[in-house]
């Protein structure tokens, strides 16, 4: 396969994945609705734990590489969670 031919396969991943990313944080927001409702707490050790132990079994000899990810897309998370409900307490 040619390098551009690869290049365009990445770009669609790439599309696929920001598709992905974004619906992720249409949940996420939706967590957080639920959070604030119930009062519960933005960051979930035990949750948290049980996704990155799952992410890398499933990654098997990538995992090093991608639970950095994960690391990255669970903290955004839980950035936009603490962004609403301080717009929420502000309100």
Request: proline fraction near 2%; charged fraction near 40%; charge should be negative.
């Amino acid at each position: 396969m040619e390098i551009e031919e690869i290049r365009k396969e990445i770009d669609k991943l790439n599309d696929d994945i920001l598709e992905i990313l974004n619906k992720r944080l249409e949940l996420s927001a939706d967590v957080a609705e639920y959070k604030i409702k119930h009062k519960l707490p933005v960051y979930n050790k035990e949750r948290e734990e049980e996704i990155i132990k799952a992410l890398g079994v499933k990654a098997g000899d990538n995992a090093k590489y991608i639970i950095p990810v994960f690391d990255a897309i669970l903290d955004t998370s839980k950035r936009l969670q603490e962004d609403m409900i301080t717009e929420k307490e502000g309100n």
